[in-house]
DNA sequence: CCTACCGATCGGTAGG
DNA sequence: CCTACCGATCGGTAGG
């Protein structure tokens, strides 16, 4: 990688970041390349230069938070880990993404609806089989009695819309700190589902 | 009110109600008066006899919700009734209202963002304080040894979370019925707040 | 309720 | 990375 290359991709990186930071404070729609370009200290026609289009700067955003969250669910595959220590895993998992990576978190729950075709498809599909995945690890629970009889379906909706609601803590002023919140986040969702 | 006064005031609501139905699929800043008239079937320009602004049609929206919130709040403030059947009739008017009153739920909790001065800090502030009701009744049930010593604003946030989250049954072609989807609600968060 | 139209702003391009 | 600029579309108004 040459020096301009590196150079190019840090530029484009702050603008990836930027964006993030305006999408979710305005909305995807309502943020403006000029309103961008602003925020980066440079000209918007300068934008195009890194980026080809408003909607890639969404579609970077969001896939690559997806990519981060398949991942994480992929290294999670080892037949050795209960299922209980699973979902515990995921729930921290997402807890953390939304504390640390909060505008990319916020981007990707809240605005893939305006991602256009085909990626708006892409998106719905790997998100749809995400949340099967988990499904499957909360029924492989309840079929070991390592989990009480829950509707999967109902407990996974519980814990990715809880985990969405930090955003409410996030943007008061802390009354708990990151730390405590994510382990009231597993004592109360993880202690309504485990086995007696 | 005289009959011209009627038809007025249904096209009036005709219009809120195709509104709240477009800003959730597309967002507020991304559906265009343009796009409201269509769906209405008159053009653009003819909307403004019925109303002022594209801004007064969001706070029409999200003020008449949130004035629904606050009156079944008042109307719970009895001193007969038990804090857990309070918390109770609190999941269940949510969970109604996010079923049956869908588009203008969702446009409360997702649109306020685009809310101007001075009805954002209004909004922001009416929340805020109904938050602290229920947090208030939740402290009082605690106190009561109703339910278990949880961190009320934790619980709360966790509540009002998982009702938003219903968007996604909402969306998905429906595996469980609106009435069983309410019960597993209940059971779940009332479930892990209850004293033994 | 419509036609005609306003100024402002949008995402994006040309050319250097 | 900038200046200059494009066509399209925006929310909204005038006048009937």
């Known amino acids: 990688m040459t020096f301009?290359?590196?150079?190019?991709l840090s530029k484009k990186?702050?603008?990836?970041?930027?964006?993030?930071?305006?999408?979710?404070e305005k909305g995807f729609a309502a943020t403006s390349m000029r309103d961008l370009a602003e925020s980066v200290g440079i000209e918007a026609a300068s934008l195009y230069n890194h980026i080809h289009s408003k909607s890639q700067i969404l579609e970077e955003i969001i896939f690559r938070?997806?990519?981060?969250?398949?991942?994480?669910?992929?290294?999670?595959?080892k037949p050795n880990v209960s299922c209980i220590e699973k979902v515990e895993a995921i729930i921290?998992?997402?807890?953390?993404?939304m504390i640390n990576?909060?505008?990319?978190?916020?981007?990707?729950?809240?605005?893939?609806i305006h991602l256009?075709?085909?990626?708006?498809?892409?998106?719905v599909s790997q998100r749809r089989e995400y949340v099967q995945r988990l499904e499957a690890i909360l029924?492989?629970?309840?079929?070991?009695?390592e989990i009480r009889p829950i509707a999967p379906y109902v407990a996974i909706l519980t814990i990715l819309s809880s985990v969405r609601g930090l955003e409410f803590w996030h943007r008061s002023r802390k009354?708990?700190?990151?730390?405590?919140?994510?382990?009231?986040?597993?004592?109360?969702l993880l202690g309504g589902l485990k086995a007696k």
């Not at 921290?92 to 993404?97: A, E, I, K, L, T």
């Not at 009354?175 to 405590?180: D, H, L, M, N, V």
Request: hydrophobic share 40%; aromatic share 8%; charged share 35%.
């Open 4 to 8: 301009t290359e590196k150079k190019k």
């Open 13 to 24: 990186e702050l603008i990836l970041e930027r964006a993030a930071a305006m999408f979710r």
């Open 65 to 77: 938070m997806a990519k981060k969250c398949n991942e994480h669910l992929n290294d999670l595959d």
């Open 92 to 97: 921290r998992f997402h807890v953390q993404m």
């Open 101 to 112: 990576r909060f505008d990319d978190y916020h981007v990707m729950v809240n605005d893939w």
């Open 116 to 123: 256009t075709e085909p990626s708006l498809s892409d998106f």
């Open 139 to 145: 029924s492989d629970g309840i079929a070991k009695n």
């Open 175 to 188: 009354q708990i700190s990151a730390r405590e919140m994510e382990e009231h986040m597993v004592q109360h």
